[in-house]
């Protein structure tokens, strides 16, 4: 049963933000690190952000640095993934994952609970 839901995606122009968020109902974010990836048309998932289960230690896919930002709401079990100054080449569908244990990891083999996705799609 999917336990991570993610919502927020769109269509946007370049140059646009978006905001996704993730919600935990089985509040695994609590214990875990917390991982966004992406997967575009015809190519791999590939990573995004993550973080440990402090919400700390971050780390990023050098083509977002500087523009997306990832960040949770211990209290609600949710975490975010703000993305600014969006370019056509970050259209995909966007993941959030929960990891296999405290530390945020770039491999998608890490990561044992999957959302569903969210399409984010950027026009040019």
């Known amino acids: 049963q999917v336990h991570l839901v993610e919502s927020g995606g769109g269509l946007v122009q370049a140059g646009g933000s978006l905001r996704l968020s993730c919600a935990d109902s089985r509040r695994t974010f609590s214990n875990n690190g917390v991982g966004w990836f992406r997967q575009a048309p015809g190519k791999e998932r590939e990573f995004v952000a993550t973080?440990?289960?402090?919400?700390?230690?971050?780390s990023y896919e050098d083509s977002v640095k500087g523009r997306f930002t990832i960040s949770r709401d211990h209290a609600k079990s949710m975490v975010d993934l703000q993305m600014n100054n969006l370019k056509p080449e970050d259209t995909a569908v966007y993941y959030c994952?929960?990891?296999?244990?405290?530390?945020?990891?770039?491999?998608?083999?890490?990561?044992?609970?999957w959302g569903q996705g969210t399409q984010v799609t950027v026009s040019s």
């Open positions: 973080f440990d289960w402090r919400g700390r230690l971050t």
């Open positions: 994952a929960s990891a296999r244990g405290p530390l945020g990891r770039s491999g998608a083999d890490q990561y044992n609970y």
